[in-house]
């Protein structure tokens, strides 16, 4: 008989603590997935951030490295240029990415370091209990912005795939979503091409998938399904927004 | 490269020590007056084959090194006080997570953003771990450039024997000035011991994954329990001290690098004068603190006199050291200033005839 389906091999048996529902748990098994087919587990260096997936240290069976709030990319960089032959990636949060670590984020994109940054953006501080993040929505509820984030008093969220895509270094960089099998589906091939593109040296790589947080926003996960298809997708279109390994490098809308 | 004596900054001196100590990573971000160290790595880095990363920030260069030394490198940066602030979280997480490093603090005057003078006020930022948690980093106070080399080289090896971070507590008189010094021969580095522990090319063995976050109840107890027996330790192998005249002295001065330098030369003029003797304990390690022989001396002279660039803080650890048994007074200067040969010697004849200890400070506004 085939086996069709199991574990990554690269994941360990301890298991997520993410809650029901959450995007975080899809984006773990969707690099450990393309870290199996690719073949580099012993090639692997994991970089963990502060925050909700403050633990994914535990979950892959692979050398990682525990970083401070928002400086995975720095340590990233320190890892990778001892280290050239290994593929380093980081796994970051909105808040730890955009917000905290938005100078070592901007600056190693700028100086094309080597890594991949799988970029979780749920419009929310999950693990320190639904505070407004550097991507919460104009009009979002949160325990920080209980009356829903307004422009004029708390800024614009943030669009990292945007913001970067101006800088030399950066090689590649897409926004996916994993609220639907398609989503998920088109994710995983992001993933799988960042990391290409970082074992061909081409430099910078970040995806970014935009997930729910049915905790953060207080919705039933079936629920949070839809408002991320209708209110996050409206402010943070999906698209390759930087490709060097094509010849086309203008964002492209998925169909 | 064999030994060889040569005119060097105190600064390029700890660059080219560091480089032969096997050092092949820095990062780090300008500021006075440390510069020459990034600016001679820049080019001495490609040289031997090395990484130079000129960083955004200060706290991107020590979350670099904590990258770089997770995976096995031998590790540095440098800064000045301002910087050394910002590189404190990071160097918390280096103590947690067990990894070794070298940094160069070439102290300026503080607090805020004070001015590039030479001082000596970071001493409670260095020896008092300087950042979050319950932990320690090895700091020694050079007085020569030929200490700089000497001790940047040993900083590195006791960074990595501890698994812990080493620093230089310099100063920009220290950072600036040209000495003859004999610079060692390029050591021949063994990063082989740290493949127990560090990350990367994993193939045929268990996953190392390099962490200082203990959320289990009681597992950071455990932990740093661990880290204090590591300390501990460390205080009971790796004091270093100089200690000069100390047998016969009426006041036997406590100073560190700049400090130092000035009482020295206030013993050769004091015993030229003929009226004071004047002996020196010169702390080298400043945590671990030579305690003991200052809790020796204490039990034997009537005046310790602590002369120190900053408002009494080595003062603190001679007191504690000293637990009473000698009178211990203060020369302090703050701010850039540094104390004479002449205020030393009026200060140990102050403290002498006093009753009790004197604290004597700078005139102020």
Redo the contacts between chains.
Sequence with gaps: MEKIFGRPECLTEAPFTYCPGCGHSIAHRLTAEVIDEMKIRDKCIGVASVGCSVFSDMFFNFDFVQAAHGRAPAVATGLKRVKPDCVVFTHQGDGDLASIGTAEMIHSANRGENITVIFINNAIYGMTGGQMAPTTLIGMKTTTSPAGRTAKYMGYPIRVCELLSGLGGVAYLERAAVNNPQGVSRAKRALRHAFEIQVAGLGFTLVELVSQCPTGWGLRPTDAVKWLEKEMKAYYPLGVFKDVSETKSQAVPHA | MAEERILMKGNEAIAEAAVRAGC??F?GYPITPQNEIPEYMSWRMAEVGG?F?Q???E???I???????????R?MTSSSGPGISLKQ??LS?LCG?ELPCFYANIVRGGPGLGNIAGAQSDYFQSTRGGGHGDYRVVVYGPSTVQEMVDLTMLAFDVADKYRNPAMILGDGILGQMMEPVVMRPMKDYDPSPKAAWA?????GRA???????YLSPGTLEKHNVRLLRKYQKIEATEVRYEAVGIEDADVVAVAYGTSARVVKSAMSMAKAGGKLRLGIIRPISLWPFPKEIIREVAGRVRDILVVEMSFGQMYEDVLISACGRAKVSLLARTGGGVPSEEEIIEAAERARKSKDAVEIYPAGE
């Design positions: 092949r990573f990062a990484t990363i960083s955004e920030s706290v991107a260069a979350n670099m090194v904590y990258g770089a030394a997770s995976a096995g490198a590790a979280e990071g997480y997570a990350v990367g090319d994993s193939a996953r190392h994954y390099i962490s200082s976050v």
